[in-house]
């Protein structure tokens, strides 16, 4: 699987947009790009995933670049609840273990 | 309704007492994992079931063992907890389906709230 690169920590202020950069530069052509996110205390949860096409759902946005060697996850309108620690990871398509890396620590500031 | 249930959420034990940690889910879903996820750091797989089939990680010690009796439940025991051992422990679940090329698991994995062992 193709390896990811994510700053370790960042800062949001309460409502405005959440950009979550990833890096995933030896990403292949069956590969997927997933996020999940960890709150405090709590397990993983699954958030967006995508393989060549901008993806959104009611958590967030999806933006890979058209080499796919980078994405974006944005949190349009982020909540003092989005506060965690986001795992970017990339999945090839068929059967495979998910495997986390160390994630970016989003800290939104009232 | 909560889908992948683990018990205990705390357990402390001794230091060499074995412990048994529990995982269960409504899902049906055919792969379930165990993670240890230790403070600060990213959960850490320790094996996996495909369906009834077991996948160790090269580097997941002896200490640890698994047990799948049917597809709702998974165990982890720790036969041995040293103090390195005191983590959070993560069960999930996920699904495959047949795709044009073979078996393709969705990526989603569904996690139960962890269970959290101290070792005295």
């Keep these: 699987d193709a390896k990811t690169t994510q700053p370790t920590s960042m800062d949001c202020a309460e409502g405005r947009a959440a950009n979550l950069p990833c890096n995933h530069s030896t990403i292949s052509g069956n590969e997927y790009v997933y996020w999940y996110r960890q709150i405090h205390s709590q397990g993983p949860q699954y958030i967006i995933h995508g393989l060549k096409n901008n ?3 009611e958590m967030a946005s999806l ?11 944005i949190l349009p309108h982020a909540t003092l609840r989005d506060t965690a620690v986001y795992y970017c990871i990339v999945l090839a398509g068929g059967y495979q273990k998910v495997t986390f890396g160390t994630g970016t620590k989003l800290q939104v500031i009232p | 309704d909560a889908m992948v249930i683990q018990n205990p959420r705390y357990q402390v034990t001794q230091f060499g ?3 048994t940690l529990s995982c269960s889910q409504t899902l049906n879903h055919n792969v379930m994992y165990w993670y240890q996820q230790k403070s600060s750091q990213a959960p850490k797989l320790l094996f996996h079931y495909y369906d009834k089939d077991f996948n160790n990680e090269a580097d997941t010690p002896d200490n ?8 709702s439940f998974c165990f982890l025991d720790i036969r041995s907890p040293g103090l390195g051992d005191a983590a959070m422990y993560l069960c999930a679940t996920s699904r495959d389906f047949i795709g044009t090329s073979g ?7 569904f996690f139960g709230e962890g269970s959290r062992l101290t070792v005295l």
């Design chain 2, 17 to 19: 007492k074995p412990v």
């Design chain 2, 103 to 109: 078996r393709v698991n969705t990526g989603e994995l």
């Design chain 1, 63 to 73: 933006i890979i670049t058209e080499d796919r060697k980078s994405s974006t996850l």
């Design chain 1, 55 to 57: 993806e959104t759902n």
């Design chain 2, 64 to 71: 640890f063992q698994s047990r799948r009796p049917n597809t």
